[in-house]
């Protein structure tokens, strides 16, 4: 979003309406075909005449018409897959599910490992099979409708991940953009921003529906988290589990 704000981080104060979550706002009725930005929103350069959309589905079930396919995904328009380490994305899961009210999950970490995440009971399914339905759809897409990047590229340079963004999406981004969108984008300021919208979140309604929702920032903090023996456990599971659904098992650096 800021990408395509040109940087310009007051245009995206509310990340989530500018980019609807499509499973949240089904749930909530919300009449997704009537959607447009807000109108200050289109005004602007690049994002004019642009949408866009966020969803944790499987490729299979993609929401929107035609799916994740050559049809679904015309020409102009594309997918960018976000994906992470899986140890890292067990530890979040968990935080996740600790610190969101509705949840009303008290479990601690082994039970969590052991009962929810390996057995795939976290929301939107197995973690592996998830990658593997778009891992899939991407062999089957020409290679400018589907951009799969990782959370550790990103740590490890940003600037080099917004420049590939920009030419994914087709928009133009100079040094004083790339270096916009990286400090806007930085974990502190992401930080920032969501504590306020969940000070007012409290304000408004008396409860915050998800505690620290930009906790930590860092890649390779489940070393800190895990043990030895939790570790070996997710690693048996991704050298199964990526056999199975045809992942490569680099995808992921897992040591």
């Not at 949240?24 to 919300?30: E, S």
């Not at 396919?69 to 890292?88: C, L």
């Not at 087709?170 to 969940?198: I, N």
């Amino acid at each position: 979003m800021l990408l395509l704000a040109q940087g310009e981080k007051e245009l995206v104060q509310r990340p989530t309406s500018l980019a609807p979550w499509l499973e949240l706002n089904h749930a909530m009725r919300t009449n997704m075909l009537a959607y447009e930005p807000p109108e200050e929103w289109r005004k602007q350069g690049p994002a004019a005449g642009r949408r866009v959309f966020k969803t944790h589905a499987v490729a299979a079930l993609a929401p929107w018409r035609g799916g994740a396919t050559e049809e679904g995904i015309p020409r102009g328009a594309g997918v960018i897959v976000v994906t992470r380490n899986p140890k890292d994305a067990a530890v979040s899961y968990f935080h996740h599910g600790r610190d969101t009210v509705q949840y009303k999950y008290t479990g601690d970490w082994a039970h969590f490992l052991h009962a929810i995440f390996l057995p795939g009971l976290v929301d939107f399914g197995d973690f592996w099979s998830w990658h593997g339905t778009w891992w899939r759809a991407r062999a089957k897409l020409p290679p400018d409708r589907l951009l799969w990047i990782s959370y550790e590229e990103m740590q490890a340079d940003l600037p080099a991940v917004v420049r590939r963004i920009a030419a994914f999406v087709g928009v133009p981004a100079t040094e004083e953009v790339v270096r916009a969108v990286v400090a806007g984008a930085s974990f502190g300021s992401m930080r920032k921003d969501w504590s306020a919208l969940e000070q007012e979140q409290l304000q408004q309604t008396g409860v915050v529906t998800k505690k620290n929702h930009v906790r930590q920032g860092r890649s390779g903090a489940w070393r800190e988290a895990m043990s030895e023996a939790d570790s070996d456990a997710i690693d048996a599971a991704h050298a199964a589990r990526c056999r199975a659904e045809g992942l490569p098992s680099s995808l992921w650096e897992m040591s």
